[in-house]
């Protein structure tokens, strides 16, 4: 909690903070980033708390917190920002409370600001099928980087998983569809995804992600594993060091401009894409929430709103009176 020291708090607050980041990681179980996230709302918390001279984190008040949201909102942060750092300080007080630290829980009462619901940016099956293809990865003479990238690209969108996940794989996560795992993969298979958390699950893929995985796997990994000693992992660099979520963003930043789709594409994309192309296929929501690994439907629900126009065609095609 250093980043904390010039904040005038007392050395008791500074303990109870640092237990709470413990929780975080170690009870918790939550990512790096999640908890960087965390660590950084808990800093703007404790400055505001520092301009009011409150240095002890069990004196805060209920009024003191109302103040803070206020604080938040004058500030010009969005919405999104807002409830984060809401949800951040009631999960402080809540822990401090629960852990005997502070005889109640001031912020147990507060309501973050309701957030608009942005609909996901979501690919037309053409489009995903130009940004695989512009990576150039079908060529005899394709380079271990095009077979690389093609190989990411493709798993990406048939698993639906997040580029921070994807970055994390390593060769024996790989399972073909007889769940034997370093057998051929061109007919499909599975893949071991480690989300939030910590948990762990098992995502299908389907022939085209198999054929340029076995492709990267046979031309391309042999050479990059050589170069360096990050064995384990699935995707490498031309340096054999695991590639990164930086990495794989610029990936998919390129194959969008050379495929001269225009609007906005991001790893999450291509998940936003995965999830509604399956819905509009027909799959139900308990499947698609398993596969992308939400730890409730509400989050998956999304989508659905995303397929209302499919499910008008239907409607539409299939009602006697319809029409």
Do not use: C
């Not at 008791?12 to 170690?26: C, M």
């Not at 996560?173 to 071991?192: H, K, M, N, T, W």
């Not at 065609?313 to 009176?321: C, G, I, K, L, Q």
């Amino acid at each position: 909690m250093a980043e904390l020291a010039d904040h005038k708090i007392t050395s008791t607050t500074a303990r109870a903070l640092k237990k709470f980041l413990q929780y975080l990681e170690f009870e918790r179980g939550l990512s790096e980033n999640t908890q960087l996230a965390y660590r950084q709302d808990i800093n703007i918390y404790a400055k505001f708390l520092a301009t009011r001279q409150i240095a002890e984190i069990t004196t805060v008040t209920r009024q003191n917190i109302t103040d803070f949201v206020q604080f938040l909102s004058e500030s010009g942060a969005s919405r999104t920002s807002i409830a984060r750092r809401i949800a951040a300080v009631r999960l402080l007080h809540e822990y401090l409370q629960q852990a005997g630290l502070s005889a109640g829980n001031p912020a147990d009462l507060i309501k973050p600001p309701k957030q608009r619901q942005y609909l996901p940016r979501v690919l037309a099956i053409s489009e995903v099928t130009a940004l695989l293809d512009a990576v150039g990865a079908d060529a005899p003479d394709a380079t271990p980087l095009q077979l690389r990238d093609r190989a990411l690209l493709e798993l990406l969108y048939a698993s639906g998983m997040r580029v921070s996940e994807a970055v994390k794989i390593d060769m024996d996560d790989l399972y073909d569809s007889a769940g034997q795992v370093a057998e051929p993969l061109r007919a499909g298979g599975f893949i071991r995804v480690r989300g939030k958390g910590g948990k762990q699950r098992l995502v299908p893929f389907g022939r085209y992600a198999g054929e340029a995985l076995e492709r990267y796997l046979v031309r391309a990994r042999p050479g990059y594993a050589a170069l360096g000693k990050e064995s384990a992992a699935l995707f490498l660099g031309p340096r054999g060091a695991r590639v990164s979520r930086q990495t794989a963003w610029l990936v998919i930043k390129a194959a969008a401009q050379r495929a001269k789709i225009t609007a906005e594409v991001s790893p999450h994309t291509l998940r936003h894409s995965f999830a509604t192309h399956l819905l509009n296929g027909g799959a139900d929501v308990r499947s698609v929430q398993e596969l992308l690994g939400h730890a409730s439907v509400v989050t998956t629900q999304i989508y659905t709103h995303v397929t209302s126009n499919v499910l008008r065609e239907h409607y539409m095609s299939a009602h006697p009176r319809a029409k």
